[in-house]
């Protein structure tokens, strides 16, 4: 059970960032690559640069978040779709960072992280397990419940909630009503980068060290999980309770088919179809359930 | 520029315009425009499409500035930066169709982008007290929502209508401007919004109705402008014309 919930967190996780993104009208691609830059970032930091993990990964934080915010400053001012804006940000990033590595190493992967000074204090933090009634469970998935709770209290209980919903709903109702849309939307560009730098630091602390291609497909896969937790394409509407069922079917059925012993390559024809068959759902139901809390 | 505070409104609230030109380009879209217009009456401004009517509206909203001339507030000088400011100023305008958003609810579009919060350290959206006061408001226009949760989408187009004008109502709109309130809606629908917009003359609201359909806009105002071409050509009382004298200044 907790290697599905393992799983489903790290989706999660991404995914809170990903939808609250989409209700708000916009899409982030780059955020696969975002946890390829950040893990490199953070372990050639450490082990290359001899700094002691906790400030690499604050450092790595930083240059993460404005890299989110240079995404969401290119949409609002270019006003072109922040599907293209972000899908070269996807190929400069997975370049830049693939390129360095290699021009600093000579190599793709590093690992050796665990006997950097601090690394036990961050893998305490995001990867160590917590027993509970003799059951080891991942600290990931604690933290996980943590982004769900803040990103529904957010959206459902507060005013930059209420203003999430519209900027995705109505551009230009928005602004009449004088809602801030354009730092809306650049915040938010900030969270999914958050996002993708905490997947980064759990993964260093998981696999001891970094790959450039970590982190690959994961925008899609965040896309999914928060489609099939009823989140809009074309935004305006989405659940982050929602979102979070979408991230565990997701990691229940990766690993399903795993242990049932079926071909792991007909996990990705599911996900397609599950994909389809949600956007389609969901513009059925739109007008009959939505908004409805 | 002055900016103006609701407190400095009284029981009566004059709008006036003086000799207002604006361009765009080379292209002249208002040429000497004045008026005047008082509360407690339905100011018509009437036009054909393209005769400067969206370009006077703006503003008098705060969209734009104009180039010249004057634009008075009880006769002081006021200027507008945004839409936000002249709300803020009580002048507050309802567009036919950004008036609301038709996928979120109702008690969120009613306080959109000036939801009330709780008292404590998170500020919390009050649904509760944002529930109560939708419907209040709304059975003061002959609405009866039972669910405010609904989707406003699900309301009929004279209720989204009278939902906005309710709004800004409430936000403490003196100067109420309607932008071709009933253009999209049928003879019923039309009806139902006609009769709330005739009540807002009992509460002394300043209202500057935009519409191109004569017959309506007779029945409703007490004083007409008609532009056409960027120009001010005509202004009457009501007493002054007739449907038929309306039309044919304006059909010219």
């Known amino acids: ?293 | 520029m002055a900016v103006l505070k609701k407190s400095t409104y009284m029981n009566s609230n004059t709008l006036d315009l003086y000799k207002i030109y604006k361009s765009f380009g080379n292209v002249k879209a208002l040429k000497n425009v004045s008026m005047n217009t008082k509360s407690g009456q339905i100011n018509c401004i009437l036009g054909d499409n393209g005769a400067g009517k969206s370009t006077l509206v703006n503003i008098i909203s705060g969209v734009f500035r104009q180039d010249e001339g004057d634009y008075k507030i009880n006769d002081e000088i006021v200027s507008f930066s945004s839409p936000m400011e002249a709300m803020n100023a009580g002048i507050s305008t309802v567009y036919q169709n950004l008036a609301i958003i038709p996928i979120m609810n109702i008690y969120r579009n009613f306080f959109l982008g000036q939801e009330p919060t709780k008292k404590g350290f998170f500020k919390t959206f009050d649904k509760e007290f944002a529930t109560q006061t939708t419907i209040e408001e709304l059975e003061k226009f002959d609405i009866k929502i039972e669910n405010p949760k609904r989707a406003a989408g699900t309301l009929s187009g004279g209720e989204r209508q009278i939902l906005a004008i309710a709004r800004a109502l409430y936000f403490g709109a003196k100067i109420l401007i309607l932008d071709e309130p009933t253009s999209a809606l049928g003879v019923k629908e039309s009806n139902k919004v006609v009769d709330q917009i005739i009540s807002l003359k009992d509460q002394n609201i300043n209202v500057i109705l935009i519409s191109h359909n004569i017959e309506q806009a007779f029945m409703l105002s007490d004083k007409f402008f008609i532009i056409k071409n960027g120009d001010m050509i005509e202004q009457f009382e009501k007493n002054q014309t007739s449907v038929n004298g309306l039309r044919k200044i304006l059909e010219k």
């Open chain 1, 1 to 293: 059970m907790k290697s599905y919930l393992q799983v489903s967190s790290e989706i999660g996780i991404l995914a809170v960032g990903v939808a609250l993104l989409m209700i708000a009208g916009e899409f982030d691609l780059s955020i696969g690559s975002l946890i390829g830059f950040s893990s490199m970032s953070i372990t050639l930091l450490t082990i290359e640069a001899n700094m002691p993990m906790p400030l690499a990964s604050i450092l790595t934080l930083v240059m993460t978040i404005f890299i989110g915010y240079c995404n969401g400053l290119t949409v609002v001012k270019s006003g072109l779709p922040s599907f293209i804006i972000t899908l070269g940000s996807l190929f400069i990033i997975r370049g830049l960072t693939i390129a360095i590595t290699k021009l600093i190493t000579g190599r793709t992967q590093i690992s050796g992280i665990d006997e950097s000074s601090g690394y036990d204090f961050m893998h305490s933090i995001f990867s160590s397990n917590i027993k509970i009634a003799d059951v080891d469970f991942p600290i990931s998935i604690f933290w996980w419940l943590l982004f769900v709770f803040l990103g529904y209290f957010v959206l459902n209980q507060t005013q930059t909630g209420n203003w999430v919903f519209a900027t995705g709903a109505s551009k230009e109702s928005s602004k009449l009503m004088g809602i801030p849309i354009r730092k809306i939307k650049v915040s938010l560009f900030m969270l999914t980068a958050f996002c993708a730098w905490f997947i980064a630091v759990i993964q260093v602390t998981t696999f001891n060290g970094a790959d450039v291609l970590r982190g690959e497909q994961k925008e899609f896969i965040s896309i999914i999980a928060a489609v099939i937790g009823g989140t809009l394409l074309t935004g305006g509407y989405g659940s982050i309770i929602g979102v979070m069922i979408g991230a565990l079917i997701f990691g229940i059925v990766k690993q399903g088919i795993i242990f049932a012993g079926v071909d792991a390559d007909w996990f990705q024809v599911f996900m397609g179809v599950m994909l389809v068959s949600a956007v389609l759902v969901n513009g059925r139901f739109k007008k009959k359930y939505i908004h409805e809390f």
